[in-house]
Structure formats: C-alpha cells, structure tokens
C-alpha cells in the first residue's frame, strides 16, 4: 500500500488545460471531480455558449455502459420511453423510475451497436441498474473515469469541427451520433447538449483528453471559443428549459422525506412515459397516476422584474403557498425573468394568477418583493440553428 | 390457445396449499384446474414406496397444525383424513440410553422434578403466547402502508391479542418474542436432553441455530396447532399422502379439475394481467386467474420473469431468505428397532437426537460455512408402529428429518450424498444399536434433490424462513403480504406467504379467499 493519501476530489483527464485557463480560480466539486464554476468571467462564457462557441467538461457526467444480448430489452425495461425505434448511431432524451413511478433520473442512451449503450446522466445509480438487470442477459460498467468527453456548444461549433477535419460533420442530425479517427484512437461525436443551442458533445479515451483540448482551441481561436464553467451552463440550460437532478427535483432513490419526489407526470415529462409500451419499471404506478391525476404540476414561469426568483414560495391569489421555486435565472439572450416552479395541484394551469416572494440581500439589508408571474409554455430559447441540418449559420 | 380450454382459476401446483385453494375456490363456484408438473399430486406432502413394499410420507412427515378450520370446510374427514396415530409424545434421546419424554405439560424419564415442573409451567405461557398467533392465522395479514380500514382493524386486533395477555405476559412475549431459544431455555431448565429436543423444535426447517435471533418465535410457531387440538404431533394413516388424497377429493367433488404431469413453463401476462398459462409441453391455457403454489422465488424469478415486474419488487423477491438446511432419510427395516433404553411401547413416538443445545448449535455451525454437520439433530418418526400398511408384515419404515445438510455445500451434493447417509446411519446406530443390520433399503434426500423433486428453491422446506423479518404483513416480503401480486390476477398460495409452513393449510384458504373476494376475473 503506497503511503500517499489519494486527493480527496479526482481531477479530470482535462485538469492541465482546465487549470491553466481557469483564471479566477473559482473550483467547485462536481460528484467527486475539481471542476471550474467559472473560467473568467460568467457573463463572457455564457455569450460565448450563445454567440461562437463555448468548451465545457463533461467527464464527471454519469457513464455506464451496457452490452449484452439483452441490453436493449433490458433498457426498454428500465426506461419510461419506448426505446423500440432506438437504431444504433442514434440517442435518445429519457426519464427512469422506481417502482413508485418516481424519477430516478433523466439522461441520454447512446446507442453505439446493437448490443451496446452507453447510459449518460447526473446522478450515480449503478446499484439500481444492477438490481435491474435480474433476469437479464447484460453487463453494465461504470465508464465515467474511462471516457473523457466535453460539450462543445454554440453557433460556430460545426464550423469549428469541420476546420478540425470532421468532414460530414454538418449532416450530422440532432440526436445522431458518429465517430471519426481521432490521433491514434476514435472520437465519438453526437448532437446532443445541455444549453439548447447547437452543439456536440465529444467523447474520447482519458490519454487523447489534452490533444482534443487544444485541437478544439487552436481551430476555434478565430471564432473566440472559450471554456465556460457550470455558473455559465446553469443559466443556458435555464433559458433551455432543461431539468437537472438534485435542483428541479429530489432524485426517487435520495428521497429521505416521505413524498418529496416526482413523477415524470408531475416534471412535465409525461411526453417520455409511453403506457402503451410492454412493461417498465414504474408503468402501474403511472397508468394510477395517469387515473386518478397527479400531486403536482411542474411550471416555467415567466416572472416579473429581474431578480432571480431562487427558491421563492409562489402564492396563489388567495395568498395561499402552492408551490417553491426549483431553479430560476435571468436569461440573457431571451431577457426574461425565467423560474422553474413545483405547484401543488391544481394551480399553474395557463392563465393562472400566481405571485412569488422574492428576498434578496443589499449591502447586508434583506428586502423583499412580491413580483407577479405568469405560466410560460414552450421554451423561451430555441433557436432554429439547434434543429436544422446542416445548420442554419457559421 | 383454444376457448375450449378456459378456466376461471388455473392453480399452480398440487402441494397442499394449492389443493386447499382450489376446493375453497371450487366450492365457490369457479371453474378450476389443477396442473401439477409430477406425476403424482402432493408436492411436499405425499406417500412414495422407496423400496418395494416400503412406503413413507416422502418429505413432511408429521402433522403439527392441520387447520381444524379446513378439515371440517373440506369435510376432510369425509373423503378419507385418518391418523394412525395423534398426540404423539417426543423422547429425546442421550447416548447412554437416558432419555426424556415429552407428552402434552409432562415430561418424564431421567429429569429432576424441578425441571418437569418448570417445564409445565414454559408450556403453559407457550401456549397462551401461541394464542396470539393462532388468531392471525385465519386472516390476511394487515397492510401497514395504505392500509384500508380492515387492514388497521386487524392490525389494532393484533395489538389487542398481544395486549390482552395482561401486562407481566405481554412483557414476557415482547421480550423473548424476537430472542434466541438457547437463552431462554437456560433461564428455566437444567436438563440437557429437554434443552436440546425444545431447541430442535425452535430450528427444524430453517437456516438458523439455537443461539440464533427469533428462534423463539419458530418454537412457538411449530405449536401453534396446540391451540386448536393438536398436543403432539399426528401420524396420518397411509402417510401424508392421504392428507392432499383427502383434499384433493374434496376439490374434485366440488368440481375442479387435476392434471398431472403437467409442468407450467411460463404464466403469460399482457399488459401485466394474467391471460393464461404455458406448459412445457407449449400447450397454452387460458385464463385470467391463477393462483401458484410455486415458491415465491420461482413463482416470480422463472414463472413471470423478472423482466415482467418492478425492480424493487424483483430485488425483494431475490433476496427473501431461504436457504434450505433439511435433508430427509428413509430406512426400510427387517424388522422393528431398538433404542437403548426406550421401552418397546415408547418407540412409536417421535424420537429426536438432539442430546443437549450446545449439540444443535455445534451441528449448525458447520451449516454456516457449507459443510453439513458432522453430528447432526435428528427427528426420528417410524410410522410403521401405528400404521402397518406402510411396510410388510414385520417389517418397519423409519423416516428421519435431519439438519443440517446446508444446499450450496461446498463440495456439492451428488459427491458427499452418501458419506452423509453412511453418517446420519452412524449416528442413528450410537443411539439403536445394530440398526445397520436391520437396513433392507434406504434413501437419503438432500436439500439438491428436494429442490429437484417438489420444485421448491434451495430445497427450503418452507419457501422461506420463518422469522421475524419475514413474518406476518412481512411474509413473503415487505409489499406483498396479501396473496395478490403486481401481476393482476395472479396470487400466491404457497408457504411462502402468511401463515407460512408446515402442513397448516391456511395459506391456500386465505389466498382463495382473496380471489373470491376479488372477484376480479
């Protein structure tokens, strides 16, 4: 046994670059690795992420990877979506949950062959994918550390990658995924990403991380690429309208309070659970739910003003609290006010007079203001750049 | 699949729990069948010539707790339930031919008086503790979260049987309800061969010692039939084969129907509702019910299939304790044998080599680390005294349940199958001397050949161990207490489920009471 005490947070495969361009040294611990919250300047990195193009580290993202015979029945069992139309070089968006039909979590399936995919979210649950796995034919393993990936987002990121030789790269549709020749290795590319804009997420082995790294900088040096911390994607995926595990909702198998998770029904994803598909995980719990209504309803809101309306209590017009606030930012490309709210049943239909109770601090003096909000539906960013192939702009 | 072969209940299995469901069901007015995969019905409760013209119950092999709920339901008696032999004492036997015998609050033989009158005194609290559990027999265990009104009455019921004892009894339960046997015998008693046959009694059928958590509990448990008229154990005429003959008659009067050799491969669900069963044979018949006297493990993991159910549930279901320990010995005799210092009058009660509890404790630990015992308890029953059909004249059946014989032995069974015999002979020998001899033909069923036989996981003689965590509204696991599944129109009737094994017969009652209540074929 070596005498060295093993650093409390792991560093990724990006560390070297990461560190030396992470000038106001603002760290944080995401699941276990140092990562940046911030590289220079927030506001700069989040327009890079909107306006040419913008290098995130993923790596920390959950990774595990499932092959076998069954791996796809045994996917189609775990998931609340219909994977049948799933075809290899394709990903899909979907929710997972317990037996109570409440959400594990949300992520991506990758599927790279037939019999093998790669499962990519926020929270870790490899303990759950095994007990799932009873009466199936698969093997599932944890790649998180085995794959360095980054999320390459904005504008002038397909313009970017074709400079960097990924010829075709432009016909790559939202959703598909590829690979090219990469150094001495591969290089997966996929249309997928967390901001809402166009963008790539690459995934690579640890030992080719550095080289991608600087590829990525020297070919995008004239369109102003610059890394963006997590303080920066937050407010993207706001303006997205993108949920995250463990901020819009308590993960079912983190629950420690009785009721304090969701069901997909009760995130706004009930367009992922498909009751007509064979059994999963879930669908009696869902299909009661589906029956007898749901206990909450999950809302953007679009509030007055512009503080951020963090954690607020939402008010009915009777001044009664029906709700909290999950997530909120001012979103700077769609200048809106934008909240992410939980509100008991049945408050939050469209139309719906509701108020939230702000409280911010002013040079160490709490104020507070009762702003009006007002349900917003669709997403208050989507760019037609993020669904055209090729896309619509350099 | 054929109209033709419609039925509004399929039944899964011919074990007595699944025959006891149908008649109720079949009384009720409901077209059932019966599909058993061997070719005689029974399960773990039937007669078998191991050797010709010797017969032998060829698993259990003593009725404890027969509901008499069920006997007169089933008018059991009218379709042929005789016993040779009822209220049988047990003797406990020491290597130097001392010996006790335990017959209803006596004990007699070589022990203090002292002892005898503490015994009496043991037994009595027993059976007034064993009243608390007789009650919840005949009821579906309460659900504790969302329970229905009925659920929290039954449950307040409960609390009122436990209440009811007065508060130095209800003390007393609550503090050796969850113990171990051996601490509390060593409270009460000096002499080791009482110590050592009330131990046995506290572990037969399971994977636990003396010293093990809640031993007491599965003491009180294997009497619970003293509280509705057993006081001892019974010999059904014919062995217990007759039993399930007798229950099956029943059914069959009522109008189910019984198919042997018959092997459900796969119960076929759509949209997780029961549409039929699947034979081996790739006949499909149709139904929306069905119930399973299958183990709730194969019930579950092979029958359904994983894939069919929820995680939690599947994790719940794989992780239910049941590691079978009990392997089961036959001995055909030349004629009628001897143990050193029982009276040739005594020797037609239940005989058990359990000499002292560190002796039980010792033989278990070896079950600990997949080694079977190297001293091995012993519970000894040689119906042939009573019950002269079961062998030629003059000649005798000795039937033996013996621990521990743990099913994932290391070296594995088809190796060490007859070392193990030539041991339990051995050890049956130290005690009736020049056995060996006497031994026409014999058999030895290990846990793996159980398992094989009557189908049942781990070869575990009740589809789960019988302790707290698995106990009432926790039997056969948290989430599924009340014989309906997640799989609509599917149920559990076997001894898996409340109120567990032994040939009880309540679990099939209750579980087509369930059904009919339903209602929902």
Redesign the interface.
């Known amino acids: 046994m070596s005498d060295q005490i093993p650093p409390r947070l792991m560093q990724t495969p990006f560390h070297s670059r990461i560190a030396t361009a992470c000038e106001l040294n603002q760290w944080e611990d995401w699941k276990g690795y140092t990562t940046p919250s911030a590289f220079t300047n927030v506001e700069l990195e989040y327009f890079a992420m909107r306006n040419s193009a913008s290098i995130f580290d993923l790596t920390p993202m959950t990774k595990y990877r499932i092959t076998g015979p069954d791996a796809h029945a045994y996917l189609d069992r775990l998931v609340t979506r219909n994977l049948g139309k799933l075809k290899p070089g394709r990903v899909t968006y979907t929710a997972w949950c317990n037996d109570a039909g409440q959400v594990i979590d949300d992520g991506t399936i990758f599927r790279i062959s037939r019999d093998s995919f790669i499962l990519c979210s926020q929270e870790r649950h490899l303990d759950w994918l095994e007990w799932s796995a009873l009466g199936f034919n698969v093997s599932i393993e944890d790649e998180t550390d085995r794959i360095a990936a980054l999320s390459f987002q904005g504008p002038s990121t397909c313009t970017i990658l074709k400079n960097m030789g990924l010829y075709g790269i432009e016909n790559l549709k939202p959703f598909d995924l590829t690979h090219y020749p990469f150094e001495q290795s591969e290089l997966m590319v996929s249309r997928t990403g967390f901001t809402g804009d166009l963008g790539y997420e690459l995934w690579v082995d640890p030992d080719q991380a550095e080289k991608l790294w600087d590829r990525l900088m020297d070919a995008g040096e004239q369109f102003d690429t610059k890394p963006a911390g997590s303080e920066a994607l937050q407010i993207a995926r706001i303006e997205a309208g993108f949920l995250q595990a463990g901020a819009d909702f308590v993960p079912a198998e983190q629950e420690v309070r009785a009721g304090r998770s969701r069901s997909p029904y009760e995130l706004g994803l009930g367009w992922l659970v498909h009751l007509k598909k064979s059994h999963f995980n879930g669908k009696q719990a869902l299909q009661l739910e589906k029956r007898k209504g749901s206990r909450y309803r999950f809302v953007k809101l679009d509030v007055a003003g512009n503080k951020p309306a963090e954690h607020s209590f939402i008010y009915n017009r009777h001044h009664k609290v029906v709700g909290t606030v999950t997530s909120a930012a001012w979103v700077p490309t769609a200048k809106r006010n934008v909240a992410f709210a939980s509100l008991e049943m049945p408050w939050g239909k469209p139309g719906d007079e509701l108020t939230v109770e702000i409280y911010y601090l002013r040079e160490l003096k709490w104020s507070r203001v009762m702003e009006k909000c007002t349900v917003i539906e669709g997403a208050v960013f989507d760019p037609e750049r993020r669904h055209a192939t090729p896309p619509t702009c350099q | 699949m054929t109209d033709t072969n419609q039925f509004d209940v399929v039944v899964i299995g011919a074990g007595h729990n699944g025959l006891v469901s149908a008649a109720y069901l079949a009384e009720s007015g409901l077209k059932v069948l019966v599909l058993e995969s061997s070719g005689t019905i029974g399960g773990a409760a039937r007669t078998c010539e191991f050797s010709e013209g010797y017969r032998v119950s060829e698993c259990a092999h003593l009725v404890y707790a027969l509901h008499p709920t069920i006997v007169r339901d089933l008018k059991l008696t009218n379709y042929g339930l005789r016993y040779a032999a009822t209220d049988l004492g047990t003797i406990s036997l020491g290597s130097d031919g001392l010996h006790v015998l335990i017959k209803g609050d006596s004990v007699s033989g070589d022990i203090s008086y002292e002892d005898a009158d503490s015994y009496r005194k043991f037994r009595s609290k027993m059976i007034k503790f064993c009243q608390v559990f007789a009650t919840t027999l005949e009821h579906q265990p309460p659900r504790l979260m969302n329970g229905s009104l009925g659920d929290k009455l039954s449950l307040l019921k409960l609390g009122w049987q436990v209440r009811k004892l007065g508060k130095t009894d209800m003390q007393e339960l609550l503090r050796i309800g969850s113990i171990n046997i051996y601490d509390v015998l060593e409270e009460r008693f000096d002499n080791q061969l009482l110590k050592g046959a009330l131990c046995l009694d506290a572990v037969l059928g399971s994977h636990t010692g003396p010293r093990s958590p809640n031993t007491v509990l599965a003491y009180l448990y294997r009497h619970v039939g003293e509280t509705f008229g057993f006081n001892g154990p019974s010999i059904p005429l014919g062995g217990m084969g007759t039993v399930v003959e007798a229950i099956a008659a029943s059914a069959k009067s009522s109008g189910a129907e019984l198919r042997t050799s018959s092997k459900v491969e796969k119960i076929l669900t759509e949209g ?1 509702k029961v549409v039929g069963v699947r034979l081996e044979t790739g006949e499909e018949i149709k139904t929306h019910t069905v119930v399973s006297n299958a183990d709730p493990r194969a019930t579950f ?1 092979s029958l359904v ?11 719940r279901v ?1 992780n239910i304790r049941m590691k079978g320990n009990t392997a089961k010995l036959h001995l055909a005799l030349d004629s009628r044998p001897r143990f050193t210092g029982v009276g040739e009058s005594e020797t037609g009660n239940r005989l058990v080599i359990a000499p002292d509890s560190d002796y039980v404790e010792r033989a278990f630990n070896h079950a600990k680390y997949k080694e079977y015992s190297d001293k091995p308890i012993v519970e000894i029953s040689i119906p042939s005294i009573h019950d002269s059909t079961l062998a030629p004249a003059g000649k005798h059946v000795l039937s033996a349940v013996v621990q521990y014989a743990p099913h994932n032995l290391q070296q594995g069974w088809s190796q060490a199958s007859d070392t193990f015999k030539n041991l339990l002979i051995d050890l049956i020998e130290d005690y009736a001397p020049g056995i060996r001899q006497q031994i026409v033909a014999s058999e030895l069923l290990t846990p793996a050949d159980i398992e094989s036989r009557f189908g049942t996981t781990n070869g575990h003689w009740h589809h789960g161990e019988l302790a707290l965590d698995q106990f009432l509204m926790l039997r056969p696991f948290p989430g599924m207490s009340q014989y309906a599944t ?1 799989v609509h129109g599917l149920y559990h009737c076997s001894a898996g489920s409340h109120p567990g094994g032994n040939v009880l017969g309540m679990v099939g009652r209750n579980c087509a009471r369930a059904v009919i209540k339903r209602g929902d074929r």
């Open positions: 997780s993991s299939g994983y894939p069919q159910l929820d995680t939690e549930f599947s994790r794989h997640p």
